[in-house]
């Protein structure tokens, strides 16, 4: 089992429409969750990040947390093309390893006109 | 100015050769990493360095050392490259070690021929 896994993609929504991205991970005693945006070429950039369980809203950004699932969702609202890119999950380990992130394969996202 | 600067954006060179790759950060912050990501896009940590400190050595070859002179740079030294080594690099920075969020460069991209 892979440590950090997302919903396989390409996800396509229309835009307007709410895209939503999951991301499970095993290791049960994780921290922190983070959501990153990486446009094709580019660097990952931080867009949310959760460290209760619930909901936690930012803009059109709402990522979700359920430690008991073991699971972390991200939904964007309004989905604008400028969204198009893949997102990234990443999960800070428990213990002695707090620091360190490991990062799911990646969600591409088309949002198309 | 760029947070976290990464030299140089592009590097071709041949099997055998050795190269390095330079990463600055101007954000103050104590902890320093090197990521590779392949050509599926998954990100994996290489290193972290605290405070000129390695604290993290994932399972890296031996032809792969980091060295950071001060807590704003960490530079990566690649020995004997290989093909499978043909990435983008990426250096990130964070306030200190622990589950926070990671700023990234720009990316490294080596090709080996």
């Known amino acids: 089992q892979k440590e950090v896994e997302q919903n396989s993609g390409p996800l396509s929504v229309p835009e307007g429409a709410i895209a939503s991205l999951n991301c499970t991970y095993s290791d049960r005693g994780s921290q922190s969750f983070f959501w990153y945006r990486q446009y094709s070429g580019k660097s990952p950039e931080l867009i949310m990040f959760?460290?209760?369980?619930g909901d936690k809203e930012d803009g059109r950004f709402t990522a979700q947390l359920n430690k008991a699932s073991q699971y972390v969702s991200l939904l964007i609202r309004d989905s604008q093309p400028s969204d198009s890119a893949t997102y990234l999950c990443a999960v800070s380990a428990g213990g002695t390893s707090y620091g360190k992130l490991t990062f799911g394969q990646g969600t591409i996202l088309t949002v198309h006109p | 100015d760029t947070a976290v600067s990464q030299t140089p954006k592009y590097l071709v060179t041949q099997m055998g050769n050795d190269k390095s790759i330079k990463c600055e950060q101007n954000?103050?912050?104590?902890?320093m990493y090197w990521y590779k990501q392949d050509s599926k896009k998954f990100l994996k940590i290489m290193f972290s360095?605290?405070?000129?400190?390695?604290?993290i050595n994932e399972t890296v070859p031996n032809r792969f050392s980091p060295k950071s002179p001060d807590k704003a740079h960490l530079n990566l030294h690649i020995n004997s490259l290989e093909l499978g080594d043909s990435a983008v690099y990426f250096c990130?920075?964070?306030?200190?070690?622990?589950?926070?969020?990671?700023?990234f460069g720009d990316g490294t991209r080596l090709s080996i021929l």
């Open positions: 990130a920075s964070s306030q200190d070690f622990g589950p926070q969020p990671q700023h």
């Open positions: 360095y605290n405070n000129k400190e390695l604290i």
């Open positions: 954000l103050g912050h104590d902890t």
């Open positions: 959760i460290y209760s369980n």
